[in-house]
């Protein structure tokens, strides 16, 4: 078992950055590979990044490249989403989520554990 807890969701204005970041505890979770999606109201759950625990490759989705930054403290079980010149299209519940051996990190059912999600409002 691996919980998942976010923080740093916030209200700031379009241009702003804000810094995500999801604290891991249980069974190994410096194991995992982790992923951030995030969900806007009235639309699906969406991938946004996400980091192999092997090696640390990093994917984004194009909506988000240049903008954001994913990364990890194996130390201190935690991920982190660095969000810069963010825009109102980014408002949404920002989850992240564990995995292991995923084939495809952009998939939400690759993923054992889920965080509750922290809210990210930007104004324009």
């Known amino acids: 078992q691996v919980q998942l807890v976010e923080s740093g969701g916030g209200l700031v204005q379009a241009g702003d950055s804000l810094r995500l970041s999801c604290a891991a505890s249980g069974r190994s979770p410096r194991n995992y590979d982790m992923g951030w999606f995030r969900q806007a109201p009235g639309k699906e759950r969406e991938f946004v990044s996400s980091?192999?625990?092997?090696?640390?490759?990093?994917d984004y989705t194009d909506s988000v490249k240049g903008r954001f930054t994913i990364s990890r403290d194996n130390a201190r079980n935690t991920v982190y989403l660095q969000m810069n010149s963010l825009t109102p299209e980014d408002t949404a519940v920002y989850y992240c989520?564990?995995?292991?051996?995923?084939?495809?990190?952009?998939?939400?059912?690759?993923?054992?554990?889920w965080g509750q999600g922290t809210q990210v409002t930007v104004s324009s």
């Open positions: 989520a564990a995995g292991a051996r995923a084939f495809n990190l952009r998939l939400s059912s690759e993923y054992y554990y």
């Open positions: 980091i192999r625990w092997a090696g640390g490759s990093t």
